[in-house]
């Protein structure tokens, strides 16, 4: 199903957008490696469990969801589709899902939470103007976002041969159509809304207190700095390697989740992305220790092959596969799940 979506996707948008939703960064070493790693693990299923009736929903943080595969956080969905992440977000409710609004989205957020039907969070990055990055979290939280996620594995954007480097070369009335509100005419410019490489821990209890709302962070790929930003006030952690598009050769996200879960050890959730293309992806993922995985790309395919619609189908497809597996692995919950369930696959 995804690769017929990906195909009708490439098929759709004009080349240099295919190329800046596939690139990694590097020689792309990460990007190859993601799905891979997922499809490393052998699972110990469970048997005579009584699997008649199965359960795909979870709670994170007070937000209820129909199903773990969430919307991961992704720029300019208006590349993809005219109504860009207005269609995402209808999809992404029907589908009972939860979608992740980027900082980079080519929608206001104001039109955004007028399309959504379902839960959904703020993606902040720390701009180097951090009140920029305050006054979206306020906006956000006040338009009904029940978390933050601060990404924080870009200091730097990524340089990304695909793209010829770091920028793709989006109109200014997409890439800053958040922050014109807040701004004199000509006040910004790209630069004072890129990223602040000085960030610190302590801009985590910052936006917490700013937005009124729990932060989790993204990008965190070791136990100990999952532990660090647990102390600095996180209210979850989000394993990820940003798809392979900051540092190449990080370490796969199925390959990092199990040190992060010890580590954090049932303080706080913890969820992760990167390659998750199936049910069984996503059954690892949560065997490991993970509450929700987030789906990135395929999410952008079915928006440019089909809008909302093409959206809510995909997520539901997912669902439906997990639903299937975790009943024939025996499990009826996710509380079924233990890490005793996969092992490495030459383990
Ligand atoms: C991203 N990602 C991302 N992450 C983030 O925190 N803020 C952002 O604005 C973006 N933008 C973005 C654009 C595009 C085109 C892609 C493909 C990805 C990373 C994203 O949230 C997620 O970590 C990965 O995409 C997950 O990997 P898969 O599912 O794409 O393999």
């Not at 979206?136 to 939280?141: D, E, I, N």
């Not at 024939?328 to 499990?331: D, N, P």
């Given at each position: 199903m995804l690769a017929e979506l990906r195909t009708q996707a490439?098929?759709?948008?004009?080349p240099e957008?295919?190329?800046?939703?596939?690139?990694?960064?590097g020689d792309e070493i990460t990007v190859g490696e993601a799905e891979e790693s997922w499809r490393s693990y052998r699972l110990r299923p469970r048997v005579l469990n009584d699997v008649s009736v199965v359960d795909l929903s979870v709670d994170l943080l007070g937000t209820r969801v129909a199903s773990p595969f969430l919307v991961a956080p992704m720029a300019f969905h208006a590349l993809a589709h005219p109504d860009g992440e207005c269609a995402t977000v209808r999809g992404a409710?029907?589908?009972g899902?939860?979608?992740?609004l980027s900082t980079r989205s080519s929608r206001t957020i104001e039109d955004v939470v007028a399309a959504a039907t379902g839960p959904w969070w703020f993606q902040a990055y720390l701009m180097r103007d951090r009140g920029l990055t305050e006054a979206?979290?306020?906006?956000?939280?006040a338009a009904g976002a029940t978390a933050i996620v601060l990404t924080v594995d870009t200091p730097y954007v990524g340089r990304k041969n695909k793209v010829g480097g770091v920028r793709f070369a989006v109109p200014d009335d997409v890439y800053l159509v958040n922050l014109a509100q807040h701004l004199l005419p000509g006040a910004v410019g790209r630069d004072s809304a890129e990223q602040d490489p000085s960030m610190t821990p302590d801009v985590i209890a910052r936006l917490a207190d700013v937005g009124g709302l729990p932060v989790l962070v993204k990008g965190v790929l070791r136990g100990d700095e999952a532990v660090r930003c647990l102390e600095a006030g996180a209210a979850g952690v989000i394993v990820s390697g940003h798809g392979g598009r900051q540092l190449d050769r990080v370490v796969?996200?199925?390959l990092a989740l199990p040190e992060v879960v010890q580590a954090v050890a049932g303080r706080a959730p913890v969820l992760a992305d990167g390659g998750?293309?199936?049910?069984?992806?996503?059954?690892?993922?949560?065997?490991l220790g993970a509450s929700a995985v987030l789906v990135g790309r395929p999410v952008l395919w079915a928006l440019a092959a089909g809008g909302a619609d093409a959206v809510e189908t995909v997520l539901r497809t997912l669902a439906d596969d997990l639903r299937h597996v975790l009943a024939?692995?025996?499990?009826r919950s996710f509380g079924d799940l233990d890490p005793g369930m996969v092992v490495p696959r030459h383990g």
């Open positions: 490439r098929n759709r948008v004009p957008v295919w190329d800046y939703y596939e690139a990694g960064s409710g029907s589908a899902s939860l979608a992740v979206l979290v306020q906006r956000a939280a796969p996200s199925a998750i293309r199936s049910g069984l992806d996503a059954l690892v993922a949560l065997a024939v692995a025996g499990g």
